[in-house]
């Protein structure tokens, strides 16, 4: 039996919010293509892609209220939403309790789902909270895992599908916890020598890509763009060539990145090493850059 929770208050000024920042994001993009091409157009695109960015993520934490949704069977109780569930098998379920005290939402960049969250409980130190109100509105299922908050639009209903439930007997012995899909429980997630990793070669693109917008005004409209043995140039062409250096360690980037992804449930010591390896690809295409910008 399926069970949905109290309406979230703010669904709609956050689907409304996701609107202004798409639009925003693109008269941004709209305008970095009318300037010429420089440091001024690379910094409106960057801006916009920030802004396409922060509407994506307000638009899944909206998503996740609109989605949320309590499956009651003679096993448990499982918290779905979107891709996500949460399970608590009825032979762990101790107590039921109605709210507890109100120590505040989750943090503001949980907005519009602040009550999807890990909360202070007070008495219960912390609440699993999967609700779209504060927590004395919350009904409190305490496990041996921990409190689980909930706030289905029918709390009577919900209590009685319980009861009946539990009375069956389980059928088969749940193991508590999260079921995410395999990409998104992966351990790299958790991992920050790797994620530091990943961002430092996303930061070392973008910085291949700003210095050469920045510079590209100033540059001749041709110039040497490959040095033989002796140091003379022997290939001349635009100076829209320079991109290759950037575009190859973007490349890199995304290969490498999505390679030690594969590779990091097997053996973290190669995932480690294909994405310092990227950093090393970005710090030889800016060397090159730079001499080849170089009047």
Do not use: K
């Not at 949905?4 to 925003?24: F, K, Y």
């Not at 899944?60 to 448990?76: N, V």
């Not at 909930?150 to 059928?171: I, T």
């Not at 990091?264 to 090493?273: E, K």
Request: charged share 10%.
């Amino acid at each position: 039996m399926s069970f949905d929770p109290l309406p979230c208050p703010q669904t709609r000024q956050a689907l409304a919010l996701c609107g202004v920042l798409l639009l925003l994001a693109v008269g941004l993009l709209g305008s970095a293509f009318v300037l010429p091409f420089g440091g001024g157009s690379f910094a409106l695109a960057m801006l916009a892609m920030g802004t396409i960015t922060a509407s994506a993520y307000l638009l899944y934490r909206t998503w996740m209220c609109m989605t949320l949704a309590y499956w009651i069977d003679r096993d448990g109780v499982t918290v779905v939403w979107w891709f996500a569930r949460y399970v608590i098998p009825m032979t762990h379920i101790r107590q039921i309790v109605l709210g507890a005290a109100d120590r505040g939402p989750g943090p503001w960049w949980t907005w519009p789902s602040r009550y999807i969250a890990v909360l202070d409980g007070g008495i219960y130190a912390s609440v699993i909270s999967f609700s779209t109100r504060p927590l004395p509105e919350q009904l409190l299922l305490v496990t041996p895992n921990g409190v689980v908050g909930l706030s289905p639009a029918d709390p009577q209903g919900f209590l009685a599908a319980l009861q009946e439930r539990f009375r069956l007997g389980p059928a088969r012995q749940l193991t508590p916890g999260w079921r995410l899909p395999r990409v998104a429980s992966s351990s790299m997630w958790r991992d920050r020598l790797g994620l530091s990793l990943l961002a430092l070669g996303l930061l070392g693109t973008l910085v291949l890509f700003g210095w050469l917008s920045i510079a590209y005004p100033g540059l001749p409209e041709q110039i040497p763009l490959h040095y033989d043995i002796q140091g003379m140039p022997d290939r001349i062409g635009p100076r829209a060539g320079l991109f290759v250096l950037p575009m190859i360690a973007l490349l890199t980037w995304l290969v490498n990145g999505i390679w030690g992804g594969w590779f990091y449930a097997r053996q973290p010591a190669g995932a480690y090493l294909l994405w310092s390896g990227t950093l090393i690809v970005q710090i030889l295409a800016g060397i090159a850059l730079g001499n080849l910008m170089s009047p």
